[in-house]
């Protein structure tokens, strides 16, 4: 498995370095656009730890984060102000799929990673009842570490988490 | 946060390894036989350690087996389960949830019927209700641990069996 689908992408690892999350993590997204420049479509590495493979140039790092490190990120409980009792919300993730192809003989999914915040708490009566309430709209990736990115990022911008 | 918080024990990494899964990882443990101990290395990492202890190394250092990663896990692990049952509630898929037990982290792990428990609806009457998970609960503080868990039992073909 490449390492690319362990860590989260370049752009969410610079959403993240943006909204202030600490830059210490097992690897890094190396970006020298002074030295892969722009013959290069593929202009970033990333490399175990802050090494420089390359001296002499300037490097940005920004924090390659693993699945691991994400979870550990993210709380396991989120609480809103309103909506008492259903204001309570379980971190829940999930490997899913959708149809690609939905004839029935040539039936083909794509494996899709889900990271959302689930309501612990159910409506017995009413139009909301035993429906399953969600912090926010589920987010999303093919890679999993992408998918908790995605989540973390919008608890930061929602001044969810601190 | 260190390489041996990233993979899963060294007891489950050799079950895995028992059962024929293929050695192929980012990380592997490695048997310090002169201080009794197992290490978590890169390969990189380890060619780099041998290089620097090349001088004093008096001993053979053996690779024992793969230290999986999460994503590696994922991805092994099936995307859906489908049980010849209970159409259309036969289909199973991976669900993990982050939570806490006197302030101690917990993961939660099971495949769950992935079509809402308010569509069952003799779920809650019924003495013999339809089945929501594929196994008991797979509970553990290292969600790498509880994903080889599973990953174990689906193996063992338990996780069809039940």
């Known amino acids: 498995m490449n390492i690319e689908l362990q860590v989260c992408s370049l752009e969410l690892s610079k959403r993240l370095k943006e909204l ?25 590495i990333i490399t175990y730890g802050k090494n420089v493979y390359i001296p002499n140039h300037n490097h940005i790092f920004y924090s390659a984060f693993t699945v691991a490190e994400l979870l550990d990120m993210l709380t396991p409980i989120v609480t809103i102000e309103n909506d008492t009792p259903f204001n309570s919300f379980r971190l829940r993730f999930e490997k899913s799929f959708h149809v690609t192809n939905p004839d029935p003989e040539n039936l083909e999914i794509k494996t899709i990673y889900i990271a959302n915040y689930r309501c612990d708490s159910t409506a017995v009566a009413g139009e909301d009842a035993w429906l399953e309430r969600t912090l926010t709209s589920n987010k999303v990736d093919e890679n999993p570490a992408n998918a908790l990115a995605k989540m973390l990022i919008y608890l930061l911008e929602s001044g969810l988490i601190k | 946060m260190n390489n041996e918080s990233l993979v899963c024990s060294i007891q489950l990494s050799q079950r895995l390894k028992e059962l ?21 290395y890169t390969k990189h990492e380890f060619y780099n350690y041998e290089l620097d202890n090349y001088d004093n190394k008096k001993e053979e250092i053996p690779c024992d087996c793969s230290a999986f990663t999460i994503p590696e896990l994922l991805f092994m692990l099936p995307t859906i389960i489908t049980i010849k049952e209970n159409e259309p509630f036969d289909l199973f898929t991976l669900h993990i949830e982050k939570t806490f037990l006197q302030n101690e982290t917990l993961y939660i792990v099971n495949y769950r019927c992935n079509l809402p428990e308010d569509l069952k609806e003799d779920t809650i009457f019924n003495d013999n209700p339809l089945k929501s998970e594929l196994i008991d609960d797979v509970i553990d503080e290292s969600l790498t641990n509880a994903l080889a868990q599973i990953l174990i039992s689906h193996l063992e073909g338990i996780l069809i069996n039940n």
Not at chain 1, 21 to 44: A, I, M, P, R
Not at chain 2, 26 to 37: A, E, V
């Open chain 1, 20 to 44: 202030g999350v600490k830059q210490d993590s097992l690897f890094y997204w190396d970006c020298n656009e002074e030295y892969y420049g722009h013959s290069s479509t593929n202009n970033n």
């Open chain 2, 20 to 40: 024929n899964v293929e050695q192929e990882s980012l990380y592997y443990y490695y048997w310090f036989k002169r201080i009794n101990q197992y290490f978590v």
